[in-house]
């Protein structure tokens, strides 16, 4: 009877509601209590759940729209407050479709004084994480080592390499193997090319070049015995610095060998990238660190920093390249600013003597020396600090495994894997990865189609070797207004190139102007006493040439313009005066000007 009855209210029409006892046992539209009880986590949800702006059917205008109520005009009252509620509609529904989050990464925090974040274990922290976090905790037992690792831009591949020969890439969210090569011979470093699809291998004589099946495609001879390898993502350069002391850059799109800079240093096992600008860092075995760039044949910065070889080295993503990190066998850690190279930021002291750094996405700087890692965050790593203490600690996990021989950062993860000679393991490290990214420019979901028109575009907008440079600013800019273009008088736009010798040297500032005085008493005395340009050549050329020899003029004339010298001033004045008193006299023999008449005033006169 009730089915029927249901039937019945479905077919009638909405707006005639049937009556029906009071005592109806049949269920009221809408959520109810027994519904709620039932299923706990729809309830929750629904509470905090509401759908967007943009999908809303009607909504009310928003409170700073502007009103137009004083327009007397119906018509044009009603569009001009349709306009202002679009806008500020368009404002709120601009702010919640923001992509990149401002809000900083979560990092490990203490309800106490006394607790402190170094104390918490990796399995604590595995305990508290997410499921998909906890991953990133893994350990790999490999009998190859020591071993170095690389990822991939978007952090989601990962490569390794022993120093015995064994080479492996593979996906490790997923777990899928994609090559592994026991190459039997010695490897020193390996890095990804534009993606996980190529990756070269530094090995015993030559870099060698591999696909993502472990095939290889080839064998570049001009990087001899190199000893660490690079990749710029946006030049598609692979560089390489060796036993034979030589920078390469190799254009992995042509195959042409740019530049070889010959460091002059000997050895060298310490190389990065500045993320920010491309520059290559180099660490060498007297303690210096240098940087280059392909159009400079000689390093572009020379710094001493450590009193012995130099053993790691990188630079900060997260604040544009502007600090730097080394490590030397001194066992010293220093942070450099790379804006004025001032002098060293921090200064501390690593146990076990050369240290292995590395610097996070969001800031956070690894040191891994003896059988620990320690990791420590800004802003105390990046605050002056004169004495030589290390900074808070912010995480620390024991490797029994020694040596270690690298440590990585994954992108865009909580994730640091170290390299060590029992394998490679990771750690988690909260607060260390960049949570949002960029899919344009490295995206950790990307497909084997986004992936493709990702190369090629990157492909087309590859930018020039010629480009890298220590101020990245520079390219783009506006090039400031030529100071050498026109005469000194701006009486005219003749360019500089087509000025007369004098007036090109009285417009970058080295001409004698204490000559031209004399050169135009000369004149005016010789049209004078011979009439106005009646002089030949010869007399002219003789004339041009008369008092330049002089003793006092010749001083002047092999002292600097830029450099103040008080005999040089001294002179320079008393020929000033000389010049003065001849024009007075010529003009006293023309009568322009009488001659002064002595007075009883001028025994007061301050002598000249």
């Excluded at 004495?387 to 994730?415: K, N």
């Excluded at 060590?420 to 189609?449: M, R, W, Y």
């Excluded at 020039?464 to 400031?480: E, H, Y």
């Excluded at 330049?548 to 320079?572: G, M, T």
Aim: hydrophobic fraction near 30%; include cysteine; aromatic fraction near 6%.
């Amino acid at each position: 009877m009730d089915a029927l009855i249901a039937k019945a209210d479905a077919i009638r029409p909405v707006n005639k509601k049937r009556k029906t006892d009071k005592h109806d046992a049949r269920p009221k539209p809408g959520p109810s209590k027994s519904s709620a009880d039932a299923d706990p986590t729809a309830a929750s949800v629904s509470q905090h759940t509401a759908l967007p702006r943009s999908l809303r059917p009607s909504s009310p205008p928003p409170e700073d729209a502007k009103k137009y109520s004083h327009i007397p005009n119906k018509k044009l009252r009603t569009h001009l407050t349709r306009q202002s509620t679009q806008n500020a509609r368009s404002k709120k529904l601009l702010k919640d479709a923001e992509l990149l989050l401002t809000e900083e990464a979560g990092l490990m925090e203490v309800e106490g004084e006394l607790e402190k974040t170094w104390r918490v274990g990796q399995d604590e922290i595995a305990t508290a994480a997410g499921q998909q976090a906890a991953q990133g905790r893994q350990e790999w037992k490999m009998d190859g080592g020591p071993y170095r690792t690389r990822y991939t831009r978007n952090g989601r591949h990962i490569a390794v390499v022993g120093k015995k020969g064994h080479v492996a890439t593979f996906d490790w969210q997923t777990g899928s193997l994609h090559a592994e090569l026991q190459l039997r011979e010695t490897c020193r470093d390996v890095t990804f090319l534009q993606d996980h699809s190529h990756f070269a291998v530094a090995q015993k004589k030559y870099v060698f070049i591999y696909d993502r099946d472990g095939v290889e495609l080839h064998k570049l001879k001009s990087h001899i015995e190199p000893t660490r390898l690079e990749f710029l993502p946006y030049h598609w350069l692979l560089v390489s610095v060796g036993n034979p002391g030589y920078l390469k850059y190799q254009d992995t799109s042509t195959g042409q060998l740019v530049v070889e800079h010959r460091t002059k240093l000997g050895a060298c096992h310490t190389m990065c990238q500045n993320p920010h600008n491309a520059v290559i860092h180099l660490g060498h075995q007297n303690g210096t660190v240098t940087l280059w760039t392909p159009n400079l044949p000689h390093p572009a910065v020379r710094l001493l920093a450590h009193l012995g070889p130099v053993f790691s080295v990188s630079v900060d993503p997260s604040t544009g390249g502007r600090y730097m990190a080394t490590s030397g066998q001194d066992g010293m850690v220093k942070v450099w600013d790379c804006r004025n190279w001032k002098g060293a930021v921090r200064t501390w002291q690593a146990r076990g003597g050369g240290a292995e750094v590395e610097w996070s996405q969001k800031g956070a700087l690894a040191v891994a020396t003896g059988g620990s890692v320690n990791v420590y965050t800004k802003p105390s790593i990046q605050t002056p600090f004169a004495a030589t203490v290390s900074p808070p600690l912010y995480l620390t996990h024991p490797v029994p495994h020694r040596p270690i021989t690298s440590v990585r950062f994954c992108p865009f993860q909580d994730v640091l894997a170290i390299g060590h000679s029992a394998g490679v393991s990771t750690i988690l490290v909260p607060g260390a990865g960049e949570p949002n990214f960029d899919s344009s420019e490295a995206d950790p979901f990307e497909n084997k189609k986004a992936r493709r028109e990702r190369e090629v575009k990157s492909l087309l907008d590859k930018i020039q070797p010629d480009a890298i440079t220590l101020d990245p600013s520079f390219i783009g800019s506006l090039a400031p207004p030529p100071k050498l273009s026109t005469a000194v008088d701006g009486g005219h736009d003749i360019p500089y190139a087509r000025l007369p010798r004098y007036e090109r040297l009285r417009v970058s500032g080295k001409a004698d102007e204490t000559e031209e005085g004399d050169a135009d008493a000369s004149g005016s005395d010789e049209e004078g006493e011979g009439g106005k340009g009646r002089l030949s050549k010869a007399e002219k050329e003789k004339k041009k040439m008369r008092g330049k020899n002089k003793s006092l003029k010749r001083y002047l004339r092999k002292q600097r313009k830029n450099v103040i010298d008080p005999r040089a001033l001294a002179v320079r004045k008393r020929l000033e005066k000389e010049k003065a008193e001849r024009r007075k006299a010529r003009a006293i023999a023309s009568g322009q000007e009488e001659p002064h008449k002595p007075s009883a005033l001028d025994r007061f006169k301050r002598p000249s």
